[in-house]
């Protein structure tokens, strides 16, 4: 995964709530093993007509709206489990998703596949959506290292809460496997102070 560090992006607005995880990736295009391909079936429902062509009403069809940073309504990523809403969301281009509250499985999906989900309060979220109506090339600067979103069309800034490990493996650029594998030493002394050929100090095997 790619380091995150401070992303500043203009925003896709999709002031919708309850997105469950079968309008972010329809259950159909659950067939594929690896993550490649999904972003071109992102919101396919809403993205295309039956035929397959564009409907031009939906805001990943406009133009006008780009960024690396996706704005929600309330609680994004609701409903079953499947990590292949992750890969959708990361296979279109976003980094980021922000709501004032997503689904917890979601959650964690999204942080264990390299994209960061900011929950902030319904009030910021609001001026969110407001400001790029106003503004399309509104942008967000997302700090990670000091848990801080600011909408930098009105310089309002919030905090954020995000689980201590999961923040080391996004600054870092680490899945779990690669956090692992960084503290293979550690891991090695731990298992070499285990040994039964040199037991730890109080124990059966003492000297």
């Not at 990361?90 to 689904?103: E, L, N, R």
């Not at 001026?127 to 942008?139: E, G, H, Q, R, S």
Request: charged share 25%; aromatic share 10%; hydrophobic share 40%.
């Amino acid at each position: 995964m790619e380091k995150f560090k401070t992303l500043i992006s203009s925003v896709v607005p999709l002031p919708i709530e309850n997105v469950d995880t079968d309008q972010i990736i329809p259950a159909r295009f659950l067939k594929a093993i690896d993550k490649e391909g999904f972003g071109d079936n992102l919101f396919a429902d809403w993205r295309y007509q039956k035929d397959g062509t564009p409907k031009s009403d939906f805001v990943l069809n406009n133009p006008t709206y780009t960024g690396s940073i996706l704005v929600a309504g309330k609680n994004f990523g609701s409903g079953s489990s499947r990590e292949h809403a992750a890969w959708a969301l990361g296979g279109y281009g976003f980094k980021v998703v922000v709501s004032s509250f997503f689904a917890d499985i979601f959650k964690n999906n999204a942080l264990n596949n390299g994209i960061l989900p900011v929950v902030v309060s319904p009030e910021f979220l609001n001026d969110i959506f407001k400001a790029v109506k106003k503004n399309p090339k509104t942008t967000l600067t997302v700090n990670l290292q000091d848990q801080v979103i600011t909408n930098n069309a009105n310089k309002v800034a919030e905090t954020f809460e995000i689980n201590a490990y999961k923040k080391e493996c996004l600054l870092n650029g680490l899945d779990d496997i690669d956090y692992l594998l960084s503290k293979k030493e550690l891991i090695e002394e731990f298992e070499r102070k285990r040994s039964p050929l040199n037991p730890p100090r109080g124990t059966l095997g003492e000297c």
